[in-house]
């Protein structure tokens, strides 16, 4: 807000913020507090498509006074008609693997309403993943005696688990899109090499984290080497292997990530390359998606 407008203009300029995926309101709290925080004068629209949580937001409305300063929207997103342009569009819409609970589609469709020189907050997010040997995950699906539950991906507290080589980034997504006919599918090609000082070890699946950049310098995330710290908003998520795969000290391990988009669904497949070959999991989202 102070970036948006000059000590000079405060008094004159109002900042048209919306919360997207407002829920029961933390966000608004937290927009209202930063515009009293820098003197800065805000109107906030709070779109909210789940009815129940609209209900809440109504009465928190009321209770706080703040009738004159937010409007309330009872309305996806996508779908919404805004009466005026955003200078500033907050959402809270990460998972555990950032784009896993359909934040880039939901994201698409309201970044008509952001002005050409608005601001998104989160502006990027990109996920990680890592291999781990798992053993008590590794069997906990396999109990299930099914490939549906080796193809689907698990957002759980990893405890005891043995990370096996460091995190490397998956996909990336940036709000405002650069291009708006860009696509929200991605692939892809991971190495990871195993430390020598490692033994050989199997890897039961994969540790899937995600770090977001709210603006500019200021970051929200779960992956290991940079998590926010005392944040427990958000656990890891796990992708399993059907088959564990035996990994020696030294050795590479070749991972395939794809982030598929239908008209009614987005889903993950994953497979191992080498140094042996697993089945593609997932395929065409037949076990696990998120639905549009």
């Known amino acids: 807000m102070l970036d948006m407008i000059p000590d000079e203009e405060a008094s004159t300029k109002t900042i048209v913020l919306m919360v997207v995926g407002a829920g029961r309101g933390p966000l608004v709290r937290a927009s209202l507090q930063a515009s009293e925080e820098t003197g800065r004068k805000l109107k906030v629209y709070a779109v909210e498509k789940n009815p129940n949580a609209v209900v809440t937001l109504h009465a928190l409305v009321k209770l706080e006074g703040w009738e004159d300063i937010v409007t309330i929207v009872s309305c996806d997103m996508r779908y919404w008609n805004a009466p005026?342009?955003?200078d500033i569009l907050v959402s809270e819409l990460l998972g555990s693997f950032g784009d896993n609970e359909l934040s880039p589609e939901c994201l698409d469709g309201a970044q008509r309403f952001l002005k050409p020189e608005g601001i998104s907050i989160p502006s990027s997010y990109t996920s990680f993943i890592q291999p781990v040997t798992a053993s008590k995950l590794y069997n906990d699906v396999k109990a299930h005696k099914d490939v549906s539950h080796f193809e689907t991906a698990y957002v759980v507290k990893i405890h005891n688990a043995a990370r096996l080589a460091p995190c490397q980034s998956v996909f990336t997504f940036t709000h405002p899109k650069p291009v708006d006919s860009e696509s929200n599918q991605r692939y892809k090609k991971l190495h990871f090499t195993i430390p020598n000082d490692t033994?050989?070890?199997m890897v039961h699946g994969f540790a899937g984290y995600f770090d977001?950049?709210?603006?500019?310098?200021?970051?929200l995330g779960i992956e290991p080497s940079t998590a926010t710290p005392n944040m427990f908003s958000w656990f890891s998520i796990f992708f399993p292997l059907r088959s564990p795969i035996c990994v020696k000290p030294g050795s590479t391990l070749e991972?395939?990530?794809?982030r598929c988009c239908g008209p009614k669904k987005v889903w993950y497949e994953w497979c191992v390359t080498s140094p042996t070959e697993s089945p593609i999991h997932n395929c065409n989202g037949r076990s696990y998606w998120v639905g549009l």
């Open 255 to 258: 991972v395939n990530f794809w």
């Open 84 to 86: 005026e342009k955003a």
């Open 199 to 201: 033994g050989s070890a």
């Open 212 to 219: 977001a950049v709210l603006y500019k310098d200021v970051h």
